[in-house]
């Protein structure tokens, strides 16, 4: 226990961050315990964790995915544009705009892997080319609304449970096998935490950096369609605050930026815990501006708690030049 | 614009210095600035498309309006590319840009001594920041990037306190020197000129040599006796006080102050930087380029305006671009390696 415990410090660090945080919004806000109220607090932070799932991914591996915000609102707005408030149409328009994501995420893993363009640029600039292409798409026009089953998907529930609150659930396991238990997982920390070594050990380098982003991009694209249900309707700018959101989470959940540590149970406390934060702030009636203080102070605060363990010198990129 | 010898680069490269005749190796020149020449190739390109569509392109009013639309992004991207050539990152500059401008939209009075007060004091502010991030990246050995993505959510959190909503106004005046013109050259242009000036003064000091050095190698500018703790202060300071300077532009070209305003200058600061050829593996780089990829940036808006098609392209070449360059530098360094080995 004390080894699981030493090891998964910062994961533990996350979570009981998460519970301190729990009980001071609720000596703040009475109500906030409630059962209602936990359930839209996990319904919103399922969206965060989601985009979330494939950031971990990417930045395990040593890299960073820019490109989540545009990935993200290009699948709600075509979602919304081939459905026309129809359910029917879903049966062929999902698998096709996940498919629509991982190939994103496939163009952004083939320039950081083969080409070797640094992944900041690679995705950023992926993003700003999704975002022009849906400007041209739409003309900047609103879309229709969000078909009645992705809502079911979003706001609906099986007995207690939120339908997405499951998912991200069934989600997490996935990731978690995927991480602890597949070869894909033990390729990817070997990559995270030297390149050169791993390629040397025989690590398919290419391919697992390949399919992180690859899997950033379903999971981007996946939170896309489930966030028009929660809205109602696909906007512009829908996803740009989850650039800021899914690196937050990961570095919260203990994930070194520079690769090669973190798990995406930690992720999964970090979105929790910027998710109760949205909702601390109101009951203290604090600002929005005071808000992004908090988030700023909570990041500097936890990845000065991961710096001993995980201190490098040099930045994210140099660690490449291996 | 000079780009002559890079004594630490040269340093590094044992095995290029032993192959090395006697006499200049044109050919590894040409290598190593080959992305700066792509940019330049690029920002030729697009002023000659430019020019044959639109009349009155090669004028000193149409320099003029290009240079004071892209001066903010260049002071920006100027304090990105000391961080780079550093080795680092600084997201920073998108909350020292809003917060500059709503501290200068809602301070500045008629009163020039005010104005010039408050402008000094989001200088200072600026520098002081910028070197917090250093200190902090140094001491409690953090990543760039998570620093100051911390610091720009909190100066942007601050900057929303102090104006939740676009607005706040700066004297007339304020806004007429970003147009004042000596010799027919608008303020802009001058500062354009006294940016390069700076950069021809400043990688030579021993402040640029140094950050060059420990971008190139940290390791062994460590073992040189360098204070990697002072390098980061000054880096990440002058970044800063680039981002200060490119607040207080963007009020006279804005007139007002925006608490959202700056993030749209982080990454197309670093965008700026790759496309003139800054290496974001840090030890490599001009601000020449990273001017000229400013210009790039900002002229493919004319040219799509010109072009008669939607705005909305404009995004979608700058991405192409931007994966242009970056492919061109990396196949150029590539090709430089090939030979060295």
Redo the contacts between chains.
């Keep these: 226990m004390s080894a699981f415990l030493a090891r998964n410090r910062l994961i533990v660090l996350a979570y009981a961050g998460m519970v301190v945080l729990l009980l001071v919004t609720a000596l703040f806000s009475p109500g906030f315990l409630s059962v209602s109220n936990m359930r839209s607090t996990v319904v919103l932070a399922a969206f965060a964790g989601i985009v979330a799932l494939g950031q971990t991914f990417v930045i395990i591996g040593g890299g960073i995915d820019l490109s989540v915000p545009w990935v993200l609102n290009s699948a709600a707005i075509v979602m919304a544009l081939l459905c026309g408030g129809q359910d029917l149409p879903l049966v062929w328009v999902m698998p096709l705009l996940l498919a629509g994501g991982a190939f994103i995420g496939l163009i952004n893993g083939v320039g950081v892997a083969q080409f070797g363009v640094p992944p900041i640029i690679m995705t950023l600039a992926t993003n700003v080319i999704l975002q022009g292409l849906i400007l041209v798409l739409t003309g900047g026009s609103p879309t229709p609304s969000a078909p009645a089953l992705i809502q079911y998907l979003s706001v609906g529930r099986i007995g207690a449970f939120p339908v997405i609150a499951l998912i991200w659930l069934a989600l997490t396991l996935v990731a978690t096998l995927l991480l602890s238990k597949a070869a894909f997982g033990r390729h990817l920390y070997a990559l995270g935490t030297s390149a050169t070594v791993a390629e040397f050990s025989g690590v398919p380098t290419a391919r697992t950096t390949i399919l992180t982003y690859v899997i950033s991009g379903l999971t981007a694209a996946f939170a896309g369609m489930l966030l028009t249900g929660y809205s109602g309707q696909a906007y512009l700018g829908m996803g740009d605050a989850y650039l800021f959101t899914s690196i937050a989470a990961v570095a919260i959940g203990g994930a070194s930026i520079l690769g090669g540590s973190g798990h995406y149970l930690g992720t999964v406390a970090g979105a929790m815990v910027l998710t109760i934060l949205t909702g601390l702030l109101p009951a203290l009636n604090l600002s929005s501006g005071a808000l992004l203080i908090v988030y700023g102070a909570v990041i500097l605060l936890t990845v000065s708690i991961g710096s001993e363990t995980f201190a490098g010198l040099g930045g994210k990129m140099r660690r490449k030049e291996g | 614009m000079a780009i002559a010898e890079q004594p630490v680069e040269m340093a590094q490269r044992p095995a290029e210095m032993k192959s090395a005749k006697p006499g200049i190796d044109w050919r590894g020149r040409a290598l190593d600035r080959a992305p700066f020449l792509v940019a330049c190739l690029m920002l030729a390109l697009i002023v000659a498309i430019y020019g044959s569509l639109q009349s009155g392109v090669f004028s000193l009013d149409e320099l003029n309006l290009d240079t004071a639309a892209a001066l903010t992004l260049m002071l920006a991207a100027t304090g990105q590319t000391i961080v780079l050539v550093r ?3 600084d997201l920073s500059i998108g909350g020292m840009i809003s917060l500059g401008t709503v501290i200068a939209a809602t301070r500045f009075t008629d009163d020039p001594s005010t104005v010039a007060l408050w402008a000094l004091a989001i200088l200072a502010l600026g520098f002081l920041i910028g070197a917090l991030n250093g200190l ?1 990246i140094s001491l ?8 100051t ?13 102090i104006l ?1 909503t676009d607005g706040g106004s700066v004297p007339g005046w304020w806004v007429s020197f970003g147009y004042a013109q000596l010799f027919g050259l608008t303020s802009p242009v001058w500062m354009l000129l006294a940016l390069l000036l700076f950069w021809w003064w400043f990688r030579a000091t021993r402040v640029g040599i140094t950050i060059q050095a420990t971008g190139s190698n ?2 062994s500018a460590f073992l040189s006796g360098v204070s990697i703790t002072g390098v980061n202060v000054i880096t990440y300071g002058l970044s800063g006080l680039f981002a200060a300077g490119a607040a207080l532009f963007l009020t006279t070209q804005t007139g007002a102050g925006s ?1 959202t305003i700056g993030k749209d200058y982080i ?1 197309p600061s ?2 700026a930087a ?1 496309i003139g050829g800054v290496s ?3 030890g490599r780089g001009h601000l020449a380029g990273t001017l000229i990829g400013a210009f790039v940036l900002t002229l493919i808006g004319n040219l799509v305006f010109v072009l008669h098609v ?1 705005s ?9 671009i ?2 242009l360059s ?2 061109a530098s ?1 196949v150029a ?2 090709a430089a390696r090939g030979r060295v080995q």
């Design positions: 080795g680092g990152i902090l409690l050995k953090l990543q760039p990037f998570l620093v993505l911390a610091t720009w959510s909190i100066l942007n959190g601050v900057a929303m306190i939740p940290e390791k608490p990454l670093v965008a790759v974001l593996f840090g939607s909305y392209w404009q995004p979608v070449a700058s991405g192409v931007l994966l970056v492919l990396s360094e590539k």
